[in-house]
């Protein structure tokens, strides 16, 4: 059965910075096809997409992040070890929230943010 299990999260101040990781287990295929997406639900608010990563016809990886992220996250994957990254610098309290991973239709569990003083 396919699984993803988000961790890395916590409390941090303003500025600061976080990393995430999703380790990914169960996929029917090879881990390196499945485009991986973070996603975020800050409080009161609707998920959200953070950051995408996907190969791309080339053979690297292709990243996308949303305008409010662009700059200060970096998504980034190991096929060999089945993980996602997401490296959260400069973080702000809007960044708080709850991260998931997901792929497919599949989601993980959340790993929550808290930036505060």
């Known amino acids: 059965q396919a699984q993803l299990v988000e961790s890395g999260g916590g409390w941090v101040q303003p500025g600061g910075t976080l990393n995430l990781s999703c380790v990914a287990s169960g996929f029917s295929l090879n881990f390196e096809n499945y485009p991986m997406y973070w996603f975020r639900q800050r409080p009161g608010m609707a998920r959200e997409l953070v950051a995408g990563?996907?190969?791309?016809?080339?053979?690297?990886?292709?990243?996308d992040y949303a305008d409010s992220v662009r700059g200060r996250f970096t998504i980034s994957r190991d096929d060999a070890k089945k993980v996602v990254y997401l490296q959260m610098g400069d973080l702000k309290p809007e960044d708080t929230g709850v991260y998931y991973c997901r792929a497919t239709q599949l989601w993980g569990q959340g790993t929550q943010v808290l930036v505060a003083s």
């Open positions: 990563i996907r190969r791309s016809t080339v053979g690297n990886s292709r990243t």
